[in-house]
């Protein structure tokens, strides 16, 4: 089992920052990848990123590349996404989620863990 907590959503303004921590429990750490997701109002929920066990390998998507980072610290238990230059349409409430295999992609359907979220607005 994990359990995964996220925090730091908020409201910023368009073009500002914001990073999002996941703090995850359980599990060995440093034994799985851990993906971000995220579900904006009336849509379905959506990959944004992951990141391997390792560290060392990302995947985003399109919509984020090159304004979001996601990196992890296996010693804090601790996944980050940093989310630069925000859009209005980033406004969503923000997932992280751990497969319970070994899964390094953007299929939410390969993730079993999930936290609770936290909503990230940005206003126009």
């Known amino acids: 089992q994990v359990q995964l907590v996220e925090s730091g959503g908020g409201l910023v303004q368009a073009g500002g920052s914001l990073r999002l921590s996941c703090v995850a429990s359980?599990?060995?750490?440093?034994?799985?990848?851990l993906g971000w997701f995220r579900r904006p109002p009336g849509k379905e929920r959506e990959f944004v990123a992951v990141?391997?066990?390792?560290?060392?390998?990302?995947y985003y998507a399109n919509s984020v590349k090159g304004r979001f980072t996601a990196s992890r610290d296996n010693a804090k238990n601790t996944v980050y996404l940093q989310m630069n230059s925000l859009k209005p349409e980033d406004t969503a409430v923000y997932y992280c989620a751990a497969p319970y295999r070994d899964y390094v992609g953007p299929s939410r359907w390969q993730y079993d863990f999930w936290g609770q979220g936290t909503q990230v607005t940005v206003s126009s």
């Open positions: 990141v391997s066990w390792k560290g060392n390998t990302t």
């Open positions: 359980g599990r060995t750490f440093s034994s799985y990848a």
